[in-house]
């Protein structure tokens, strides 16, 4: 596409977005990412689509992502031209018929649960503009700007919303050296895990030689608890996209593999929808906006392995092997997937970039603190009146995240413990709602931010049990390649089993700190690098649950004392197959 | 060769070729195949080593390695339980045992009546609605004992394996 249509583009956006959002027709949004799909998103609109045939009404209806609110959903949303949106909240397949009769036909706001309104037209109505709700005021959405307001099979709702801006801005005017240093200057750092600085990742890649060089997006996320990445992938891929490109300009990669766990259908479905799209609009191929940059992006998928996130085993995956991380060096940078110099980084990582091109590092440095710049985009869940998916400025405190967003522990019980950062992360005590979220504030308190997950537990829930079920994760994860994580994991989960069913021995603190020594120390990747972390925190923070189970052979809570069912693992062993295998074809 | 047998060789023909993505591998193929068919038989080990000229020992080593993949023929309905952290904390163990009670089974597998597969999932996704469980693949969150039992108990019955 010349790149003088980049205006055309957008005005042809313009008018396309302003016909749907406020025209004669009226628009039906229904939040339908996985946790609207959970609580019933697509039963209500297969009810909407059959009732708006039987009436033969003309109306809009669009699926639209998250926005952030998890617990009011299914969302419906309705915009009649010259009215506000209303956005209707945990909407049942009785409701359908209701919102149908009285506010499409009609003009009367019906009977059904209100979460609020949004635009400026008088409007009448019991409820709250959206914008003062703690669960939308409180968050500052970059990465998930567009999320629950945009429809993510078509990519003029996004370029209307200034989408593409960015990788326009630094094909036209930006050289890609330019691009790493604003992304360096922004302070982004990697949203996987590691928090590394994201513009430094990339400056690794130019050097190393072409012309086919990678950068792999990282949508693995089997972390129990986080749901972030697919929350964007289902909400608005083509921020995610548009960054990947962006990276593969500063990077001078050829090729884009975003990666994906196999199963998670929507937001497979709606990332390759995006990528079609791009395509078609002459956003991704051959000379994009008339420059000489050319970028491919295709999706690859894993099968079920929560190590396949990590970035070497990522690597095997999309080569379609076991999923297993290398020995390195050498470093992907030099040698990544299929031999080729390659560079990973994390769904919201890139998510960031378009937004950091179009309006500045200063921008985005002025949001946060100080070595934590931008957002955190938290998936709170657990016991919790509001769980949602909360993008905040860094730097705000898990007592507001939890208080103030999630509106406070549900069935009014008290906290008791965070799990934060996936099964690999901490846990941590009911004193930590002073604790800041930032990279290195969390470090420090013994747990990791992580990829985002916050899970809550309160005065029911016992440290051992859910010590447990983390350890049993991660045992049921191992890849098995080393053995330190292989046996360790086992040893581990053999041990906490034992206090879980009180049947521990004084030594057994003793043995599973040298089971975790080693693995930390004798591990090929993270997986077993961190696998003791979660009951090294557990047991710091939890000592009398702990020593309840050991000592007094009791639990205080009593959850220990239901039954403890973790699957077995049940892969296959090949001397379990057929014995023609064994010869080659 | 029985009618039986060219149908599934058939099949696991068209799954394999018609990936739509530009890179085809020893995974891609087997998902694809698991996608169309249910599972992975013994001929569909064949057919990805003969069509991306690798062993059969290459192929294997990969299907057996995932735990999406099975290798016999599932049941008529699939119905997953999630366990992750945030499921547990919120009774997935209390849902997870009645549902074992109920189909009459003691780990994840089959039930006898070739009803429902049933599997542990370590993560369904939808952590903000947990307990979540999942039957043919539509997500149902919030969920409780009884409910999950209503839905199962909604569950079409079958004559035959498919």
């Known amino acids: 596409m010349p790149q003088s249509n980049y205006q055309d583009l957008q005005n042809k956006s313009k008018k396309h977005w302003e016909e749907l959002t406020n025209g004669a027709v009226p628009l039906i949004r229904i939040g339908s990412a996985m946790c609207g799909h959970a609580s019933g998103a697509f039963r209500i609109s297969n009810k909407f689509k059959s009732l708006i045939n039987d009436k033969s009404l003309e109306v809009n209806l669009n699926h639209v992502g998250c926005l952030g609110l998890c617990y009011a959903e299914p969302i419906v949303e309705v915009k009649k031209e010259n009215h506000p949106r209303v956005f209707f909240r945990n909407v049942s397949e009785d409701d359908v018929e209701e919102i149908i009769t009285s506010y499409i036909i009609g003009d009367t706001i019906p009977d059904v649960g209100i979460l609020g309104f949004l635009g400026n037209e008088d409007i009448n109505l019991p409820a709250p503009s959206l914008d003062q709700i703690p669960g939308i005021s409180l968050q500052k959405r970059i990465a998930l700007r567009n999320a629950g307001h945009i429809d993510p099979s078509d990519v003029l709702q996004y370029i209307a919303n200034d989408g593409y801006s960015g990788l326009h801005k630094a094909l036209t005017s930006m050289e890609p050296s330019d691009v790493i240093d604003e992304v360096k200057n922004s302070g982004l750092r990697g949203r996987g895990g590691a928090a590394f600085s994201t513009g430094l990742k990339w400056s690794f890649m130019v050097n190393s030689p072409g012309p086919t060089k990678y950068i792999l997006c990282n949508c693995e996320e089997g972390d129990p608890g986080a749901y972030n990445d697919k929350g964007i992938l289902e909400s608005d891929p083509y921020t995610l996209i548009e960054g990947l490109t962006i990276a593969g300009y500063a990077t001078g990669a050829s090729n884009g593999i975003v990666f994906i766990r196999h199963g998670h259908d929507g937001p497979i479905d709606r990332t390759e929808q995006a990528i079609s799209q791009a395509y078609e609009y002459g956003l991704l191929g051959k000379n994009i906006f008339g420059s000489d940059f050319s970028f491919d992006i295709e999706v690859s998928l894993t099968g079920e392995s929560y190590v396949a996130g990590e970035e070497t085993a990522l690597m095997e995956a999309v080569e379609g092997k076991r999923s297993m991380p290398r020995y390195r060096p050498p470093f992907p940078a030099a040698y990544g997937v299929w031999g080729k110099p390659s560079t990973i980084n994390n769904v919201k990582s890139l998510s960031y970039a378009p937004e950091i091109i179009s309006k500045g590092s200063k921008w985005f440095s002025k949001i946060g603190v100080e070595k934590s710049t931008g957002t955190a985009i938290v998936c709170l869940s657990g016991e919790i009146n509001n769980p949602g998916l909360y993008e905040v400025p860094m730097g705000m405190t898990l007592g507001q995240v939890i208080d103030d967003l999630g509106g406070g522990i549900s069935k009014n019980r008290t906290l008791k413990l965070l799990q934060t950062g996936g099964p690999l992360g901490g846990v941590l005590g009911p004193d930590s709602k002073d604790i800041h979220i930032d990279f290195d504030e969390m470090r420090a308190a013994g747990a990791i931010f992580g990829s985002g997950g916050i899970i809550v537990g309160s005065e029911t829930v016992c440290a051992v049990d859910l010590t447990r079920v983390l350890v049993a994760f991660c045992q049921f994860e191992s890849c098995g390649k080393c053995f330190p994580c292989r046996l360790g994991m086992e040893h581990l989960l053999e041990v906490i089993e034992r206090i879980a069913n009180f049947e521990s021995e004084p030594s057994d603190i003793e043995l599973m700190s040298s089971v975790g020594k080693t693995m930390e120390s004798g591990s090929l990747c993270g997986h077993g690098q961190l696998g003791f972390g979660p009951i090294r925190s557990a047991m710091s923070h939890f000592k009398d649950d702990f020593e309840a189970h050991l000592i007094d052979k009791t639990c205080p809570t009593g959850s220990c004392l239901n039954s403890k069912i973790t699957p077995k693992n049940t892969r296959p062993y090949a001397t379990d197959y057929v014995p023609e295998l064994v010869k080659e074809t | ?162």
Not at chain 2, 64 to 76: A, C, E, L, V
Not at chain 2, 125 to 140: D, K, R, T, W, Y
């Open chain 2, 1 to 162: 060769m029985t009618t039986k047998n060219k149908k599934l060789l058939d099949d696991i023909e068209e799954a394999i070729k018609s990936q739509k993505r530009p890179t085809i591998t020893v995974l891609s193929s087997l998902l694809a195949i698991q996608d169309h068919i249910g599972y992975i038989p013994d001929e569909a080990i064949t057919a990805v080593a003969t069509s991306l000229k690798t062993s059969k020992n290459a192929v294997f080593n990969v299907a057996s390695f995932y735990p999406n993949f099975r290798f016999t023929p599932p049941n008529t309905n699939s119905v997953e339980v999630c366990w992750g952290p945030t499921c547990h904390l919120l009774g997935a163990s209390k849902i997870l045992e009645n549902i074992l009670k109920i189909l009459n089974i003691e780990e994840e597998g089959d039930t006898e009546d070739g009803k429902i597969s049933f599997r542990f999932n370590t993560c369904l996704g939808a952590c903000s609605q947990g307990p979540v469980i999942s039957v043919n693949h539509e997500l149902f969150g919030n969920m409780t004992s009884s409910e999950a039992t209503a839905l199962i108990n909604k569950l079409p019955n079958s004559k035959t394996k498919h």
